[in-house]
């Protein structure tokens, strides 16, 4: 492959890459399905596919299906922190797919690799977090013509033709919705997010799980016994807290749904404000996809040696910024542990740690720690989400690829630009995945 066309850490890890790839490809039943259709029947065929999503061994299976389909994949991280360099690796050289991304890239990089999957002209997108699409309305103008789409550069007429996108995210979906509100939103994308196999499997047992697993690989900490607190009770916090009390933690709820948070005190958990968690919460774990959920306010309410970590999917959920600024201090006391020393003003702070042997106290500090850089900790600091609820989140990625092209010429007629999957591609999904656990055989189609 054209050197040009990719921009990866390391070409000699992909031994490594696919032997993970691979492993990880027997867990994914349902992917398994489709990519088999998708090798016979060839519905992607000729149609380019710009993806930005996390760079891991699940993302390399769902590129893959779409390459066995025959569409022409290029793909960039959704996330400056999240590539699995060795898979990244992988794909380029065993597979010759274009890719763009590696782990710790900074801001200009990141963007540089999103521009450069722009660069190849997708037909259909799919995202993580909405950059892509996002990054697609800055640098070209969107038209369309008998019921197709189209993007061209700016201040030129020619251009190519655009399918719609595709959204795997909670954070993604909000940003879109508020897109298509504020009429930003030129072009119909299908919320994958919103999908029934997605939100109850992926955010709830996946983020709950991988989240967990991100913390205790970053701190080696005991859970038992501690104030657990998670912010926001939606499907991945639900699934946060689930994971959390089973180990032990004392977990409370911070809402800002009456509803949601009425059924946490169902569901057994404390529900405080988080200006009242602040104080005695022991690790605050941020779930919302919303942006200043933990203030600078609410971190100078905690206590000495609390720990900060977010399983959004942007780093604005926890003011890391604004305590960068006040911070008299900081150091990386572990891989993904950032120590930051404050000037003390909580009640709860002036304790000493027990077996601590600083005098933080006496000198009116305290220590918070974030953990990760306030990113995704479920990526940052462990491997995502399991391969067997990334299977049914990538097989709706790629299932609507495939319902976009199908549909194409009807989408401009669509009422709405951000649109739910089917019912019926649910219920595909749903049975094709106890197919490939044995319970019956069968192809999964539209």
């Known amino acids: 492959m054209n050197k040009n066309n990719f921009d990866i850490k390391d070409l000699t890890l992909a ?36 993806a930005c999503l996390h760079v891991t061994a699940e993302t390399a299976n769902l590129v893959l299906t779409l390459k066995a389909g025959g569409a022409n994949v290029s793909l960039c991280a959704s996330n400056p922190l999240s590539t699995q360099d060795d898979v990244a690796a992988s794909l380029v050289k065993d597979f010759e797919i274009p890719v763009f991304a590696k782990k710790g890239e900074d801001n200009k990089t990141y963007y540089q690799h999103i521009k450069a999957v722009l660069s190849t002209r997708p037909n259909i997108t799919m995202d993580d977090g909405a950059d892509l699409i996002s990054q697609l309305h800055k640098a070209h103008k969107p038209t369309h013509y008998n019921n197709i789409y ?22 993604g979906v909000i940003r879109l919705r508020a897109m298509e509100k504020d009429r930003a939103l030129a072009l119909p994308v299908i919320a994958v997010n919103d999908s029934q196999t997605k939100r109850f499997f992926d955010n709830r047992y996946g983020t ?47 809402e800002v749904d009456p509803i949601k948070a009425l059924e946490a005190v169902m569901d057994g958990y404390q529900v405080l404000a988080v200006r009242q968690a602040a104080k005695i919460g022991d690790i605050f774990v941020t779930a919302t996809g919303d942006k200043d959920v933990i203030t600078l306010d609410h971190i100078h309410q905690m206590k000495d040696g609390a720990i900060l970590a977010n399983a959004g999917h942007f780093n604005v959920e926890v003011a890391v910024e604004e305590l ?18 404050l000037k003390n003003t909580s009640d709860g702070g002036r304790l000493k740690r027990r077996g601590s042997h600083d005098s933080s106290e006496v000198k009116g500090r305290k220590k918070i720690y974030v953990l990760g850089e306030g990113r995704l900790i ?22 609507a690829a495939e319902w976009i092209l199908k549909n194409r010429g009807k989408l401009s007629l669509l009422d709405e630009l951000v649109v739910n999957s089917t019912s019926v591609v649910q219920r595909g999904i749903a049975n094709s995945y106890q197919s490939g656990k044995g319970l019956w055989s069968g192809y999964i189609y539209l």
């Open 324 to 341: 960068e600024k006040v911070a008299i201090s900081k150091r990386q006391v572990k891989p993904y542990v950032e120590e930051y020393e």
């Open 378 to 399: 479920n990526l940052v600091a462990a491997e995502g989400h399991p391969p067997e609820v990334m299977d049914m989140s990538f097989a709706n990625q790629a299932l």
């Open 208 to 254: 709950g799980q991988s989240t967990v697993d991100g913390i205790l690989r970053a701190t080696n900490l005991l859970l038992a016994g501690k104030n657990f607190v998670v912010c926001g009770y939606g499907w991945c916090g639900r699934g946060i807290a689930t994971r959390a009390r089973g180990m032990g933690a004392k977990v409370i709820i911070t």
């Open 15 to 50: 031994p490594k890459g696919k032997l993970r790839i691979e492993w990880t490809g027997e867990h994914m039943a349902v992917l398994g399905l489709i990519r088999q259709r998708f090798a016979e029947e060839k519905p992607l065929t000729g149609i380019k596919i710009g």
């Open 150 to 171: 189209y993007y061209s550069e700016k201040g030129k007429l020619k251009g190519w033709e655009f399918y719609g996108s595709s959204e795997e995210t909670t954070t």
